[in-house]
Nanobody, 122 residues
Framework: QVQLVESGGGLVQAGGSLRLSCAAS????????MGWFRQAPGKEREFVGA????????YYANSVKGRFTISRDNAKNTVYLQMNSLKPEDTAVYYC???????????????WGQGTQVTVSS
């Protein structure tokens, strides 16, 4: 069982930055690939990015590539999402998830956090 808690969301102006954190409970964090997803009102949950178990591989949606960076610290059981050059269309609830492979398919992730709101004003 893995419990995930996101933090770091908030209100930021367009062009600004935020760093989200996702803290995991349990001693098996390093055995999970981690993904970030987001969901805007009235839209389906969207893949943002993912990172492999040892952090050696990262994957990003085209919409955030070059602006967002995923990293993890297995000693701290935490995964991060650094978001730069934010745009109003990045406004959404952001979720972290734990799974066995770093892919963009939500159904393949076993555990989910409760989400944190990110709002980007124009």
């Amino acid at each position: 069982q893995v419990q995930l808690v996101e933090s770091g969301g908030g209100l930021v102006q367009a062009g600004g930055s935020l760093r989200l954190s996702c803290a995991a409970s349990g001693r098996t964090f390093s055995s999970y690939a981690m993904g970030w997803f987001r969901q805007a009102p009235g839209k389906e949950r969207e893949f943002v990015g993912a990172i492999s178990q040892n952090g050696g591989s990262t994957y990003y949606a085209n919409s955030v590539k070059g602006r967002f960076t995923i990293s993890r610290d297995n000693a701290k059981n935490t995964v991060y999402l650094q978001m730069n050059s934010l745009k109003p269309e990045d406004t959404a609830v952001y979720y972290c998830a734990a799974g066995r492979v770093p892919v963009g398919t939500p159904i393949l992730y076993e555990y989910w956090g409760q989400g944190t709101q990110v709002t980007v004003s124009s």
